[in-house]
């Protein structure tokens, strides 16, 4: 354990010049911005005194979308005649020179659809199947665009659930109320006076739901690669869609007609926001242009005043690389600890994702010296992975995984994630599967605070989110991996890898920020991070300390740091909810569901044998094979739980514990989805397809447990 | 090695005593005698002096099909009164007291319905799409019944073909031709005289497409476990359909009016085989009879004769056992080599399955005596499977790898599957994964063949099966295990676990006979077998020495006796025939075959390199942990060419390698069954699907390569 302490110690110096190197330019996935930092990271990696035993490139010819330089977006309001009344920014304002590169992408939506729809506007909130159901009780959708905000629903959803009203456009923006605790005017609220986004903000986004390259699911995107036709995408927006920032939002809802929207629809903005007429209401101040105007002709309609939206994107499929780089481990070489990032971001991603890939770096830099030095290597390999186009839907590390499943499955041990890992300074936030919880707690208990000689980062954490565990009592809360946020989504869902995600975040009690405000902006910047994120550094630290020691003790410990009985736990949590929410409804329908029960219970007896049996070994003195069987036990647990058949529909899910779910209930997802499917449509299909899950759920949880028991 | 050389010499004195104990009633899955055969194993795998470390049953709710034992089946021939003219025989003929037990099971068809249908009969020669083809040019088929020989088609196809032409009952039968040699009599030709079946011997058999519990795929078949309802089962005869015997197949055929059959359509019976006009023909004894008798009321029709089934059969759930018992591995007990056999049969199963179990119960009493005695452990776990309810498609070996599907993934060597050991008492014939064909070999060198103290089995082998390799030059040929035909199936096709199957067989240049004449009849029993299969149970001697063999070189050997360039080899056979019959056709819809040549050669490559490497090690002298590396990439070889997505449609079929096709030319399965899908429709789907198995065959093979590379 010298070893790491000798790591945690460390000054990991360089995390403001890494950022600076990988923020100078914007580099969107795949263009010659992405290929600066191809290189940057390449040549770290290959640094003779600091870098890894061996780093390369791997390419994918994936599918992305972009807007058209040459003919940007655009968002207007016209009059009968199509006479222009108000157009959107096309560009973020400019504060300095960040702003001004001309690689900066117009925000779109990215696989959102070329079209030029026009119709009146309505707000339809967030763009949720409910959303658009209340709007339907009184307004007709069909022809109109709708207006929505982020957060509630996933991006591509907002225009996918409209679609079938008849809603021919969709704009989203971010409102003030979710993104800048309210504040709006960028004279002295926003950035460049503080971290909130300027009026003219918007965040960028790929509308997709479904990861990895879109037109090669399952097979790795290489020349010859078979690729289903665009059309058959499935999951992507349906109509024309195009984010704007609130300053051209509040252009546009404040002028709606109709009946004002529910109070919990109503955002930041000084005025009602109402559903629209639909359209604009007869005062509206496009209204009054169009009658002061010169095309005068035909006497104007009141509400006649229509959204026009001209997007211009296309579909491209491009050459994105993965840098990959290696650790050779000295003992069990084939036991594999991944560390990844992505690389590319939407404009200069100084947070998002250069926070991540400073810190991996400074990770890389610390531990590549080492080995260069010869005073250290790991007992297993560490494999480090710089992602290519994440940010349009995880692509690069899901085609990797795709080309090296077998390998990956058989030998990975652990992935760990470190995407944003800066959001802001308040306490450290991990997610990940229940058997790493207590590698993570580990680490954060040797790891101080930022600026700090005395409180940990545990202590620290434990204040800002805790939970009361049955067998430790009140401990900082490891979140669950349950949907496909960041690269680990592959890892753990499609792989069965045991993954997670570590970050420093807020304290929630100063902000509501769904996000830091600058999130996909063209303000996402060096200057914008050094002064508002993370002023010197610190927390960037204490994430790399953390991660670092999580990886170390990952790669280095005889015994895996993994704790069975934890699992045990987070099933049992699970199964808690599921027998208050489902066990009447299932009887009802003559479906049992005592073998879940009984699942659960076998399984927690495997971990309590298992772990029993690990703290009755002396195992620094056990035969390497021993200490090896055990490991692998630990190691392949994650992946007992993966059922190829469990979500045939979903790409790159197949474990049954943490796949993605509609219900709102922390509980099973399949099992919980299925339930509420058939609660509500009553079909016989539907329940039977809950019997289904049940049943597949119930068959993991104890096929996991076998693998926990004795080995023969 | 020399624990196993004292093995081979060991006496195998039992096999006359398992196969007479196993036996002596009909043990069909799931009766009393199936019970018997449980109890029996149990008693032998718990024997204080010869059995195992542990054994132990495990069942399984399952969907099996029976005749009604108080209505039995039946076929008449029947006039427009329905006076029966002629009845088919309900059982076989009595030779002895086997035939003469009352458990003896009526000849049926497993899974076909029930029903009544009557129709004239028309001859389908063996049922296949391209018969009924045939017929349809120049008959009505609606309305009709079809008879059948066995062979050139799978059970349940031969209706489920039909069915689209309107027939509505199908009879099937095996004909002199094709398991007798042509030989008919049985006053001094066929059984008790010979070992070609009597006139009155009916296969019987399960007539299904899918292995594995037929209610519950990819489910393991428990009390609570989700059922899909009997109406959504596939694969299974959607008509009547029954099996008869010769003699009545004479009796139906040799009548048949219409135009003659075609010539390869022509069986050994002493007539010409119509088609059926449909129907017989005028001068037909059913019609000479009808018109001699005393129902005259109506003129009769010429060939207004038709046939009556009448089918009783009925699904039922039935608890089914499986055996297992184990030797825990000394070294590595967490590795498992896994030898199996089903225990259930039609009738007394002398040969089919008894003739294995004898073998497998002779090779646990060797080495179980070992164990209790002190004298052996193996360095791995050996698991022995005495599966249940195998005749009924596999279904026990199918429930436990659905069950266990984890821990049997993450640890198992091989599979071994001895099921019928002796055909014949000619030379062994093997079948197997391409990486286990020299452990295959050098087993055979060290056994001797029946009676011969000099001859290998090895040596006599290769007069019967040869192939030349590009590697070895004239080898005794390995099969490939591309069917469903065994328990191998859910070992190799579902879980990818290197698999073979192991028999002593024919003299092909003695019979033509397509199988053992008394397979699935009521003379499979121990008179049968010790007379005309293996007098003196030599030949079953030789298998359990060699499967004997193989087992013990899996278990103990420090490297894992198989070869990943063999495996090269195979697949560059594949590729050869690929490249030869459809890289032009491929090429006309743009798609090129290179990635998969390129993907071969990569993994040639890497097989080359990893075996240089072992070559260049002194395994002996190197840590436990490097050998156990080896040993998995050797172990997990097979598991890399598994995928889910390959072929969602057919239950347990995940290897893309050797899966079952129908494609006639021996390569990849799933890229010759689209391609010729695609050949044939020229579908723009078809071809996708062409290009598509291109892919996941390509990226398999090439994901195989990787896990043979440098671990790191």
């Given at each position: 354990?010298?070893?790491?302490?000798?790591?945690?110690?460390?000054?990991?110096?360089?995390?403001?010049?890494?950022?600076?190197?990988?923020?100078?330019?914007?580099?969107?996935?795949?263009?010659?911005?992405?290929?600066?930092?191809?290189?940057?990271?390449?040549?770290?990696?290959?640094?003779?005194?600091?870098?890894?035993?061996?780093?390369?490139?791997?390419?994918?010819?994936?599918?992305?979308?972009?807007?058209?330089?040459?003919?940007?977006?655009?968002v207007?309001?016209?009059?009968?005649?199509?006479?222009?009344?108000?157009?959107a920014r096309e560009k973020e304002k400019?504060?300095?020179?960040?702003?001004?590169?001309?690689?900066?992408?117009?925000p779109?939506?990215?696989?959102?659809?070329?079209?030029?729809?026009?119709?009146?506007?309505?707000?339809?909130?967030?763009?949720?199947?409910?959303?658009?159901?209340?709007?339907?009780?009184?307004?007709?959708?069909?022809?109109?665009?709708?207006?929505?905000?982020?957060?509630?629903?996933?991006?591509?959803?907002?225009?996918?659930?409209?679609?079938?009203?008849?809603?021919?456009?969709?704009l989203?923006y971010t409102?003030p109320?979710?993104?800048?605790?309210?504040?709006m005017?960028d004279?002295?609220?926003?950035?460049?006076?503080?971290?909130?986004m300027p009026p003219s903000g918007v965040e960028?986004?790929?509308?997709?739901?479904?990861?990895?390259?879109?037109?090669?699911?399952?097979?790795?995107?290489?020349?010859?690669?078979?690729?289903?036709?665009?059309?058959?995408?499935?999951?992507?927006?349906?109509?024309?869609?195009?984010p704007i920032g609130f300053e051209d939002a509040y252009a546009?809802?404040?002028?709606?007609?109709?009946?004002?929207?529910?109070?919990?629809?109503?955002?930041?903005?000084?005025?009602?926001?109402?559903?629209?007429?639909?359209?604009?209401?007869?005062?509206?101040?496009?209204?009054?242009?169009?009658?002061?105007?010169?095309?005068?002709?035909?006497?104007?309609?009141?509400?006649?005043?229509?959204?026009?939206?001209?997007?211009?994107?296309?579909?491209?499929?491009?050459?994105?690389?993965?840098?990959?780089?290696?650790?050779?481990?000295?003992?069990?070489?084939?036991?594999?600890?991944?560390?990844?990032?992505?690389?590319?971001?939407?404009?200069?991603?100084?947070?998002?994702?250069?926070?991540?890939?400073?810190?991996?770096?400074?990770?890389?830099?610390?531990?590549?010296?080492?080995?260069?030095?010869?005073?250290?290597?790991?007992?297993?390999?560490?494999?480090?992975?710089?992602?290519?186009?994440?940010?349009?839907?995880?692509?690069?590390?899901?085609?990797?995984?795709?080309?090296?499943?077998?390998?990956?499955?058989?030998?990975?041990?652990?992935?760990?994630?470190?995407?944003?890992?800066?959001?802001?300074?308040?306490?450290?936030?991990?997610?990940?599967?229940?058997?790493?919880?207590?590698?993570?707690?580990?680490?954060?208990?040797?790891?101080?605070?930022?600026?700090?000689?005395?409180?940990?980062?545990?202590?620290?954490?434990?204040?800002?989110?805790?939970?009361?565990?049955?067998?430790?009592?009140?401990?900082?809360?490891?979140?669950?991996?349950?949907?496909?946020?960041?690269?680990?989504?592959?890892?753990?869902?499609?792989?069965?890898?045991?993954?997670?995600?570590?970050?420093?975040?807020?304290?929630?009690?100063?902000?509501?920020?769904?996000?830091?405000?600058?999130?996909?902006t063209a303000?996402?910047?060096?200057?914008?991070?050094?002064?508002?994120?993370?002023?010197?550094?610190?927390?960037?630290?204490?994430?790399?300390?953390?991660?670092?020691?999580?990886?170390?003790?990952?790669?280095?410990?005889?015994?895996?740091?993994?704790?069975?009985?934890?699992?045990?736990?987070?099933?049992?949590?699970?199964?808690?909810?599921?027998?208050?929410?489902?066990?009447?409804?299932?009887?009802?329908?003559?479906?049992?569901?005592?073998?879940?029960?009984?699942?659960?219970?076998?399984?927690?007896?495997?971990?309590?044998?298992?772990?029993?049996?690990?703290?009755?070994?002396?195992?620094?003195?056990?035969?390497?094979?021993?200490?090896?069987?055990?490991?692998?036990?630990?190691?392949?647990?994650?992946?007992?739980?993966?059922?190829?058949?469990?979500?045939?529909?979903?790409?790159?899910?197949?474990?049954?514990?943490?796949?993605?779910?509609?219900?709102?209930?922390?509980?099973?997802?399949?099992?919980?989805?299925?339930?509420?499917?058939?609660?509500?449509?009553?079909?016989?299909?539907?329940?039977?397809?809950?019997?289904?899950?049940?049943?597949?759920?119930?068959?993991?949880?104890?096929?996991?447990?076998?693998?926990?028991?004795?080995?023969?």
């Amino acid at each position: 354990m010298e070893s790491i302490r000798g790591v945690l110690v460390d000054v990991f110096h360089d995390l403001p010049s890494n950022s600076v190197e990988l923020t100078k330019v914007p580099h969107m996935a795949t263009t010659a911005g992405d290929e600066r930092t191809v290189q940057y990271m390449l040549k770290r990696w290959q640094d003779p005194d600091t870098g890894l035993d061996r780093a390369w490139r791997e390419e994918y010819l994936v599918y992305l979308s972009f807007p058209d330089p040459k003919t940007p977006n655009k968002v207007t309001v016209v009059n009968p005649s199509d006479t222009v009344l108000y157009t959107a920014r096309e560009k973020e304002k400019e504060y300095g020179p960040d702003q001004k590169d001309p690689d900066v992408v117009q925000p779109y939506a990215a696989y959102a659809p070329a079209g030029h729809p026009k119709g009146k506007l309505v707000y339809a909130n967030q763009g949720k199947p409910s959303d658009y159901l209340h709007l339907n009780q009184t307004l007709d959708l069909n022809g109109t665009i709708a207006i929505t905000r982020y957060g509630g629903e996933g991006r591509a959803q907002k225009a996918i659930n409209a679609a079938p009203y008849g809603v021919i456009g969709v704009l989203v923006y971010t409102d003030p109320r979710d993104i800048n605790d309210g504040r709006m005017s960028d004279t002295n609220e926003t950035y460049p006076h503080s971290w909130y986004m300027p009026p003219s903000g918007v965040e960028r986004g790929s509308f997709n739901t479904q990861y990895g390259d879109l037109l090669t699911p399952y097979l790795a995107a290489k020349d010859d690669t078979y690729r289903i036709s665009m059309a058959k995408i499935t999951g992507i927006p349906p109509i024309p869609t195009q984010p704007i920032g609130f300053e051209d939002a509040y252009a546009l809802i404040c002028e709606l007609g109709g009946r004002p929207a529910p109070s919990e629809w109503q955002g930041a903005f000084n005025c009602t926001y109402n559903l629209g007429g639909p359209g604009f209401k007869p005062t509206s101040t496009f209204k009054e242009r169009w009658e002061t105007g010169h095309f005068y002709e035909v006497q104007p309609q009141q509400g006649s005043v229509q959204v026009q939206l001209d997007i211009y994107n296309r579909g491209e499929i491009k050459n994105s690389s993965n840098v990959m780089g290696v650790i050779r481990g000295s003992v069990e070489p084939d036991r594999y600890v991944i560390y990844g990032n992505h690389r590319d971001s939407w404009v200069h991603g100084a947070v998002d994702p250069s926070s991540g890939t400073s810190v991996m770096l400074e990770v890389t830099r610390v531990l590549g010296r080492m080995v260069k030095e010869g005073k250290w290597r790991p007992r297993r390999s560490v494999i480090f992975g710089s992602w290519g186009a994440e940010e349009f839907g995880l692509i690069g590390s899901a085609e990797y995984t795709e080309e090296y499943y077998s390998k990956l499955s058989e030998r990975s041990v652990a992935y760990i994630n470190v995407d944003i890992s800066v959001f802001a300074n308040a306490t450290l936030r991990a997610s990940g599967s229940p058997s790493a919880q207590s590698v993570i707690l580990k680490a954060s208990k040797q790891v101080k605070t930022p600026g700090s000689e005395s409180t940990s980062v545990y202590d620290n954490w434990i204040r800002y989110f805790n939970r009361t565990s049955p067998t430790y009592g009140v401990i900082p809360n490891v979140g669950f991996l349950t949907g496909a946020g960041s690269d680990y989504a592959a890892f753990i869902h499609f792989l069965g890898i045991t993954s997670m995600d570590i970050s420093y975040t807020y304290d929630r009690t100063k902000t509501s920020a769904r996000i830091y405000p600058a999130y996909h902006t063209a303000y996402d910047t060096f200057d914008y991070s050094s002064k508002f994120i993370d002023p010197g550094f610190t927390s960037h630290q204490t994430v790399a300390r953390t991660a670092g020691n999580v990886l170390m003790r990952l790669a280095d410990s005889l015994l895996l740091p993994f704790n069975c009985s934890d699992y045990a736990e987070s099933l049992e949590a699970y199964l808690a909810k599921a027998l208050e929410l489902y066990t009447e409804g299932l009887a009802v329908h003559n479906i049992s569901i005592e073998p879940l029960k009984s699942a659960v219970k076998t399984f927690r007896s495997a971990a309590a044998s298992l772990d029993q049996m690990i703290r009755d070994s002396d195992l620094a003195n056990e035969t390497p094979l021993k200490v090896r069987g055990i490991n692998d036990q630990l190691m392949l647990l994650d992946r007992a739980f993966l059922d190829p058949t469990a979500f045939p529909d979903q790409y790159g899910f197949r474990h049954v514990i943490w796949a993605s779910s509609k219900a709102s209930e922390p509980t099973f997802p399949g099992l919980a989805d299925a339930y509420e499917r058939a609660a509500l449509s009553g079909l016989d299909e539907d329940w039977e397809e809950a019997h289904r899950q049940l049943s597949l759920l119930s068959q993991a949880i104890l096929g996991a447990a076998h693998t926990l028991e004795e080995v023969i």
